[in-house]
Each structure stands twice: as C-alpha cells, then as structure tokens.
C-alpha cells in the first residue's frame, strides 16, 4: 500500500468531516473567484487604479483573500483536532513525526486542490448571474460575459501558495503526547473557565474611556491616530470576550442553584454545558464578532442610500448652475446660455437669473435682497441699516463680523442661515443687503443662472450630457450640478454597498460554517457520550430537548450580542445618524433573525438525525 493510498483511504473512511472543511473551503474561493472575475472583466482595463472603483474592488479583493486565509487556518486547526485521535493510531503502529506530518500536509493540499478546482468550475456556473447583478448594482452599460483567464490563473496561483503555507505551518503543531494520550483517554477533559471578574471590569472601564475620547476628546484621538484606533479595537474585542466567557460561567452557577436546574433535563444540559464550558464560549465569541461586523456593516451601507439625495442638495442647491465670471467674453455666455435652452426644453424647468458682487481677495459675496428672496421663494424684509449673513459652504457658519466692511460696517445682523446659497465653496460667506445698498458697492459681478428641474433624480443622463459639454473653466464660466453629483455618490455608494454586501455574505455563511464545523468536530464524541446515557433510559424526546437547548444557546446568544452591540452603537452615535438609519438597522435586523432561524432549524435537523443514527 503506498503512502497516496493511505491518505486518500483515511479521507474516505472519514468523509463527512472532510466534507464540511471542503465546503467551507470552496465558498471562500468562490468569492474571491467572483471578485476577481469583476476586477479584470474587459469593460474595466481602462479603469483608473487609483479612482473609486479601482481601489474598492481591489481592496475588496485583498479583505476576502485575507480573510479566507484566516478562515481556513481556523478550519484546518479544528479539522487536526477532531483527526488527533487517528493520527495517534498511526503513532502508535510506528508511524514517525515526519510522516504524520507528511500525512496532514497531503491530506490538506488533496482538499485544498479539490476546493479550488470545484469553485472555480461553479464559478463559472453561476458568473453570468453574478455579472447581471454587478451590472445593476454599479450602474454599468455593459458587462457581459467572459472567459476570466487572468481571474482563473490569480485564484489557482494564490489559494494554491495559501493552501501549502497554512498546510506545512499548521502541521508543525501536531502533538504526539496529545494524540497519544487522546488514544489511550478517549477523551480530553476541558479546563473550566477561571473567574477573572476584576479584569472584565477594567476591560469595560477602558473600552468606555477609550468611546469617551472618540465621541468628546478629538484633540486626544488625532495626537494618537492609527495608535488609539488599534488600542480601542483591541479592548472592544477584549471586552466582549470577557463578558461572553464570565458571563457564561457566572450564569451556569447561578443556573444550577435554581430551581429550574432539578426539573426535567436541565440538569444533564448544565452538566453538558460545563463539561464543554470553554469551547462553547470560544465559538460564542467568534460568532458575535462575525455577526457584529455583518449588522453594522448592512446597516451603514443601507441607510447611506438614504442621505445620498440630502447631502447632494445642501452641497449643490440647484439642479443646473451657470455662473459667469465678470472676466467671461458676452458671446461665449450667450452661447452656453442658448445650448441649455435648448437641451433642457424638453423638460420642465424653472428658470431664474440673478447676480451677486464678490470682494474677491476674502471671497465675500454681496447680493441684493430681491435676489435672495427670489431663489430662496421668501418674503425677507430688511430695514435699511440691517443684512443676512447666510453661509457660502456646506456645515461651515456664515462670516457675522463686519465692523471692518468698507459698505455695510455700520448695519446690524438680522439672522444668519447655515444653509449655502449657492454651490459649497463658491464664496465664503453672502452678505444680504438692501437692494439700494447693492447698488452702491463696487465689486465685479457675477451673473448667475439657475435651473430647477421637476423630479432631478430622474435626469441623471441629461446631467451627464450637459456637464460634459459645459465643463466648468475657472476665469470664465462655473458649472454646477446637484444632479451630477447624486448620480456621482449614488455610484460611489452603489460599489461600497456591492463589496459590503458580499463581505457581509461571507461573515454570515462563516458563522453559520463555523458553528457546522465545530458540532461535526465533536460529532462523534457527542454520540458516544449520548448512546451511553440513553441506556440509562433518557428517551429520544428528552435528547431532541437538550439538543434543541444547546443548539439554541449557540445561535441565538451570539445573535443577542451582536444586536445589543448594534443598539448600543446606535445609541451613542444617534446624533449623528438619521431616522433612516434605525429604521434599516431594525429591518436588517429582523431579515437576519429570519435567516438564523432557518440556519437553526436546518442545522438541528442534520445534527440531532446524525447524532442518534
């Protein structure tokens, strides 16, 4: 019998933990496979690798690569787990660490290979949807299919060094005192978790200090930068391990004084619980980071949909903006004037003109009071000794000193609005005067021409024509438009949602894989453990209850946590997010809830069917 042979007889007598490293395998190189296959579609070579796109799709691809890499590390160290016992039979027949060793680097690069050749082939199944759905989702005129060559050779080159780095590092820690004595043992005992109380209260006092100076002290948090970021990561994750971890053995000795704790089976679930104590707050941790980084991500990316229409606005009032410079040639203007006349006859629009002095060197613009009333359809009334100072950018406060203004020094404020007048950054500040006030001050002009349309988002293509013929040139004319912009940041969210959502994809089914993974790696000690109770008459019924319960406790607490987290972080940051903002959170929320369900239903079935077979 050759060596192959062996290796390929102990994947088959073993098959169904081979299965589930495969499968988790296989999913994450379909995804990196399907990014790359966007990242190097033909309609995308003369992509500029610094823009938007560019470098999302690529750091997108660079996120699941490293990703998959520590995906699969975890799968190959809980695989070598469950094969320890059969490694120490090898051990024993005379088998040297070399060989074992040799035996788990084929074993893994054999499913490694396997992994890589089956999801590129149902790659390639399912790219024509996948490429449907990217055309949508990104807004592309085309994006059809092709042959991905060059996404076919990165998948096979990358997985391929992945797969042997992780196969010869992982088996380098396959213990041969551990395998042996599991063989003898039949089993390893877990060490309980050690009650570390005061350390979780310093984590929490940390983590709240280190949220404190994110929300206040920004002076604090920009001295220290990428060092305070990395200390507030690390002590957020400390901090859920630990409640997790305490929290699950103080609820277990609280649980066992109870009275519930002698009624029907929750004595045997507490003994299970305790006997499996510290892996079963491992897997809960894992899971709630994964599912925590899913909630927060979906509900960002959905509810940036929501503002996209509102920040456009307060950045560009108007649909289209003409402004001429004073220096501008009069036949140029009227030029451009009668070509958006005559491209925006064939919608309704509403036309205004008005104009504005500017003190050029501050960046200070004057405009009468009838003007201002005009565009902003108000009815303002100004003394003669009176002005309104209204902003010239987004979130940046009008200029309301005047004492040292050569025209209106001796008027007084009326009111200021933090609302720009016209296009963010134009001028700096427009002072509202009087119309004979206006009429007096001796600065260039600036005359503007102004275009609303009836239902902007809908002219999106009209936008696009119309800025490509009219491109802004600084001295002569400046063009604007609200329209061009949201269509400009809808893509811009449209390609952070595609990558977010796919990430957010990957997170979910790891978690779900994850908890798969680690009930078939306990599978057949479970099993055993179980056909020794039910000879003491616990009753098919009486197992499918503690089965249902601790299967429950797996799923549903990491998914409480995670929504505890979500909920909170809303909550310090609900200031700064719309109503939109929760009402996605809470719909995400319940959509996942839906899918956990499922996830649980479908996951006891296979479990509790293979356990009593």
Not at 211 to 224: C, F, G, N, Q, R
Not at 361 to 386: P, T, V
Request: hydrophobic share 50%.
């Amino acid at each position: 019998m050759s060596f192959n042979h062996i290796v390929i007889q102990n994947i088959l007598r073993d098959k169904w933990t081979y299965v589930s490293y495969f499968l988790s395998s296989m999913f994450s190189i379909i995804i990196f496979f399907l990014f790359s296959v966007i990242v190097f579609h033909p309609n995308l070579k003369s992509l500029d690798p610094n823009s938007t796109l560019g470098i999302s799709l690529m750091l997108a691809s660079m996120l699941v690569y490293l990703f998959s890499f520590i995906y699969i590390t975890y799968s190959i160290t809980a695989f070598l787990r469950k094969k320890t016992k059969t490694l120490g039979i090898f051990m024993i027949t005379g088998a040297s660490m070399k060989q074992i060793r040799k035996l788990g680097f084929r074993e893994n690069l054999l499913i490694g290979i396997l992994a890589i050749l089956a999801a590129i082939v149902l790659g390639l199944v399912i790219t024509p949807l996948f490429l449907m759905g990217a055309k949508v989702i990104l807004k592309a005129e085309t994006f059809g299919m092709y042959i991905p060559l060059q996404a076919i050779s990165i998948t096979i080159g990358l997985f391929l060094i992945l797969f042997v780095v992780i196969s010869t590092v992982v088996t380098r820690f396959i213990n041969k005192e551990a395998s042996i004595q599991l063989l003898k043992s039949d089993t390893v005992i877990e060490k309980s978790i050690k009650p570390h109380y005061v350390l979780l209260i310093l984590s929490i006092l940390m983590s709240a200090t280190l949220a404190y100076l994110l929300k206040i002290e920004h002076s604090i948090v920009d001295t220290l930068s990428v060092l305070y970021y990395l200390l507030f990561f690390i002590s957020i994750l400390s901090t859920i391990y630990l409640v997790i971890t305490q929290g699950f053995r103080l609820f277990l000795k609280i649980y066992e004084k109870s009275p519930a704790y002698l009624q029907k089976t929750n004595m045997l679930l507490a003994s299970n619980l305790n006997a499996k104590m510290k892996s079963h707050a491992n897997m809960l941790f894992l899971i709630t980071i994964l599912l925590s980084g899913v909630f927060l991500c979906t509900s960002i990316l959905f509810s940036s949909y929501y503002n996209v229409k509102k920040t456009s606005e307060e950045n560009y009032p108007y649909s289209f903006q003409y402004i001429a410079d004073p220096k501008a040639d009069d036949n140029m203007v009227k030029a451009d004037l009668d070509y958006l006349e005559d491209t925006l006859s064939t919608v309704q629009a509403h036309k205004y003109f008005i104009e504005f002095k500017s003190k050029e060197d501050q960046r200070i613009g004057y405009m009468a009071l009838s003007d201002y009333n005009l565009i902003q359809h108000q009815d303002n009334k100004l003394s003669k000794d009176e002005f309104i100072a209204v902003a010239g950018s987004r979130d940046v406060a009008p200029t309301t000193n005047n004492a040292s203004d050569l025209y209106i020094k001796s008027l007084k404020l009326a009111s200021t609005h933090e609302q720009n007048l016209l296009s963010t950054g134009f001028q700096q500040s427009y002072f509202i005067v009087p119309d004979d006030i206006y009429k007096t001050i001796d600065y260039p002009v600036y005359k503007t021409y102004i275009y609303e349309l009836e239902d902007w988002t809908a002219h999106t293509d009209l936008a696009k024509i119309i800025t490509s013929d009219l491109p802004s040139l600084p001295g002569e004319r400046y063009v604007t438009s609200k329209i061009d912009l949201y269509n400009t940041e809808m893509f811009v969210k449209s390609v952070m949602f595609f990558i977010g959502s796919m990430l957010s994809l990957i997170f979910l089914s790891a978690a779900m894989s994850i908890l798969y993974f680690y009930l078939q790696t306990t599978l057949q000690q479970e099993k055993e453990k179980y056909i020794g109770i039910r000879k003491l008459g616990l009753s098919r019924n009486e197992l499918a209850t503690i089965i249902t319960k601790e299967l429950a406790i797996l799923i549903f607490v990491p998914f409480t946590i995670a929504i505890t987290l979500l909920l909170i972080t809303l909550l310090a940051i609900q200031t700064m997010v719309s109503t939109a903002f929760l009402q996605v959170s809470i719909a995400s929320s319940c959509c996942f809830f839906v899918l956990f369900l499922i996830s649980y239903v479908l996951i006891r079935k296979s479990y509790f069917k293979r356990l009593v077979s």
